[in-house]
């Protein structure tokens, strides 16, 4: 018997899933459909997939079966991957879902969707199953990629109609003939939608390394809708040695409804019920709780390169450019002086107003501020007003005083942005700690710009310190950590200021920390840019897994996470148990 119900996303939608309820679940799996599809395609296979004392939950996908939405489209793929978040934050409160007790089942697109959630979000899962994930869909036609990207940049919105048959998804001609006449699976795809499945799927396998979950992996021999090659690379990466690849020589696309869809589903149920069975997989973590992929990869920005390399000459010229006709840029005339990644320097980030000298300088800070990282980091700001207003809701509701320390703030655009907030500000104080004195200098500025000075004090502090964190008072109930110990790669500065706020915070007190996974430019970066002390400004990626589990060595519960629309920057809730 199987119930269906709907749950509401951080947009108000609400979105349709399907449950399968046994009275004595204690463990549950979550299922992903492909694609164009919906969640009652999954009904054939259910009594294939039950386990005895396991939950089945079936998320339909907005835009797609009985969930709301045009049908294909959403803002972006990242969109997809948040809601999945909000369906996991709600089976754990409304179904009591147990994180460490739940496998992930996941097919096509949706194996896409959830290989995503389960590398930027790091959630605590039993193990994951991908089964034909379209890490790469076969366009068939030559440039056809390239041509989409042009569509959505002349005519943003478009729709792409599928060439997906049923005789393309299965050997099996009835099932081939239900597909076809199920009037619920729409054709139509979002040109966006398409465009971010292929760039998700690229910074997916290229740093599958860093995911530690036990897998699963399923590909088709005969499969027309994905091509194989960066399946394998995936499965070659994959960090977790509790890995399998299951390759179904002459199965097609649709393992699901497929001839071969016994030998699937009884693959599946084994691989749960060894992970059922087994100890909670740790999170892959090294004595000092790095991550070895990661550690190797800063080694080697470290290094320099041969000095007539491409890559070398390419870097050269870039430093040159920067230095030179790059100085009419406000923006990168702002970062020679005091490092890319200063207070100062995020400050003209967020503010987002081209500046330089003549036409050619705002022309040249226009395209500086518009780089895939600035981006990001203006979207981890909005990320981070959410987050707080996430947790000032909740010392509100539990009667907490409604105080927030900032560790390393800068300039504190973002603080400014909480005391004007007009639901939590007017009883807020704040207090902003940095090393950089004019960094607060700059702070107490725009404070006294916009009449704020008399609730955010500033001043400077050590933010690895652990005695002057627990040494603050007032006490704060929401600590934030922002943009600090993505600079840092040493996890043993991080123990100790971790430490420091878990002693600074009271009972049920919130923490505020980001995260950078991933970045696309961390080369040129660190190749290029200088930070604050004026040496090359490498950083060392940490894994999601990795920053949640500091944060989780120190005494905090992980509450919730928000992502950026690429993958970047993360920023994560944590509470200090009461």
């Given at each position: ?213 036990p897998l699963l992996l399923f590909s088709a021999g005969d499969d027309k809708v994905v091509k194989p090659a960066p399946l394998k690379r995936f499965f070659d990466a994959y960090g977790c040695d509790r890995k399998e690849h299951i390759f179904l020589a002459d199965a097609r696309h649709g393992l699901f409804h497929d001839l071969c869809r016994d030998e699937v589903t009884d693959a599946i149920r084994k691989f749960c019920t060894a992970c059922f069975s087994q ?244 080369e040129m970066i660190a190749r290029v840019l200088t930070n604050r002390d004026g040496k090359p400004w490498i950083m060392r990626r940490r894994p999601q897994g990795e920053m949640d589990a500091l944060a989780e060595a120190a005494g905090f519960a992980k509450e919730w996470q928000w992502t950026d629309d690429f993958g970047i920057f993360t920023v994560a809730l944590a509470r200090k148990p009461a």
């Amino acid at each position: 018997m199987n119930t269906r119900l709907q749950f509401t996303t951080d947009d108000g939608i609400q979105l349709h899933y399907k449950a399968w309820q046994p009275e004595n679940a204690t463990r549950a799996l979550i299922l992903l459909h492909r694609g164009h599809e919906h969640a009652d395609r999954w009904d054939t296979a259910i009594p294939r997939l039950t386990i005895p004392e396991t939950a089945i939950y079936a998320w339909e996908a907005r835009g797609h079966g009985q969930s709301p939405g045009k049908r294909g489209h959403a803002t972006g793929f990242m969109t997809y991957v948040r809601d999945l978040e909000t369906f996991y934050h709600h089976l754990r409160e409304h179904h009591s879902l147990d994180p460490a007790r739940t496998v992930l089942v996941a097919h096509s697109v949706g194996a896409v969707v959830g290989a995503a959630w389960v590398h930027d979000y790091a959630p605590p899962l039993a193990g994951v199953v991908l089964a034909a994930p379209a890490f790469e869909v076969n366009l068939i036609v030559p440039g056809a990629l390239a041509s989409i990207r042009m569509l959505e940049k002349i005519r943003p919105g478009s729709t792409i109609k599928s060439y997906v048959r049923g005789s393309w998804l299965t050997r099996d001609p009835e099932q081939a003939a239900i597909y076809d006449a199920d009037t619920t699976i729409s054709k139509d795809i979002s040109a966006r939608i398409l465009i971010d499945l292929f760039d998700t799927s690229r910074r997916v396998v290229e740093d599958a390394a860093v995911m530690d979950r036990p897998l699963l992996l399923f590909s088709a021999g005969d499969d027309k809708v994905v091509k194989p090659a960066p399946l394998k690379r995936f499965f070659d990466a994959y960090g977790c040695d509790r890995k399998e690849h299951i390759f179904l020589a002459d199965a097609r696309h649709g393992l699901f409804h497929d001839l071969c869809r016994d030998e699937v589903t009884d693959a599946i149920r084994k691989f749960c019920t060894a992970c059922f069975s087994q100890a909670p997989t740790a999170r892959r973590l090294e004595a000092d709780l790095s991550h070895p992929a990661t550690n190797a990869e800063y080694a080697s920005l470290c290094k320099p390169l041969p000095a007539l390399s491409p890559k070398a000459v390419s870097f050269a010229i870039q430093r040159l450019s920067l230095g030179t006709l790059g100085r009419l840029s406000e923006g990168i005339r702002i970062g020679h002086a005091t490092g890319f990644d200063s207070g100062e320097s995020l400050d003209h980030v967020y503010a987002n107003w081209a500046r330089g000298s003549l036409v050619l300088g705002k022309w040249i800070d226009r395209g500086y501020l518009d780089a895939i990282g600035w981006r990001g980091i203006r979207q981890r700001r909005e990320c981070i007003r959410a987050a707080l207003r996430h947790a000032l809701a909740r010392v509100r509701d539990a009667g907490l005083p409604p105080r927030i320390m900032d560790i390393a703030g800068g300039a504190g655009r973002y603080l400014l942005d909480a005391l004007s907030d007009p639901e939590y500000g007017a009883e807020l104080s704040v207090l902003c700690r940095d090393w950089s004195a004019s960094a607060l200098d700059a702070g107490r500025a725009a404070a006294k710009r916009e009449n704020l000075a008399d609730r955010i004090t500033h001043e400077r502090g050590d933010a690895f310190d652990t005695a002057s964190l627990a040494a603050v008072d007032p006490k704060p109930s929401v600590a934030v950590v922002s943009g600090l110990y993505e600079l840092f790669p040493d996890n043993a500065l991080l123990d100790r200021s971790l430490a420091g706020l878990f002693q600074a915070l009271p009972p049920g007190g919130w923490l505020v920390y980001t995260c950078q996974p991933w970045h696309p430019q961390v080369e040129m970066i660190a190749r290029v840019l200088t930070n604050r002390d004026g040496k090359p400004w490498i950083m060392r990626r940490r894994p999601q897994g990795e920053m949640d589990a500091l944060a989780e060595a120190a005494g905090f519960a992980k509450e919730w996470q928000w992502t950026d629309d690429f993958g970047i920057f993360t920023v994560a809730l944590a509470r200090k148990p009461a």
